[in-house]
């Protein structure tokens, strides 16, 4: 059932669980003031979490692996990492590939 706030000037806001078809409250059930208002409310969140989520089970994103990985991943202490070896290899220059003789540019 939903739950609908309302503010009477006496007693303050409260809550009521009504169902959908109920009338609206005119009088607080309190103290019988027949000023009462029925406030405009935001609803509760909804947290999708644990298994059976298409965010958790299906979706394979760059952003959502990374985040798994990041999460995933044992936090390492200093003295257990070893000394970052500089890289020997070095990289190859950046050339185009020739074209061979005799071809159009593909659109």
Known sequence: MPT???NCPKCGTF????????KTLTVC???????LT???????GVIFSGSGF?????????????KKKSESAP???PAATPAAKPAT???AP???AAKPAGTTPSK
Request: a positive charge.
């Open 54 to 66: 298409w965010e958790t089970d299906y979706n394979r994103s760059k952003d959502y692996t990374s």
């Open 75 to 77: 936090a390492a202490t």
């Open 94 to 96: 950046a050339t185009p």
């Open 38 to 44: 029925k406030l405009l409310s935001t609803g509760g």
């Open 89 to 91: 290899a070095t990289p």
């Open 29 to 35: 059930p309190t103290c019988k003031s027949k000023k």
């Open 15 to 22: 809550e009521v669980y009504q169902s959908i078809k109920d």
């Open 4 to 6: 609908y706030d309302y």
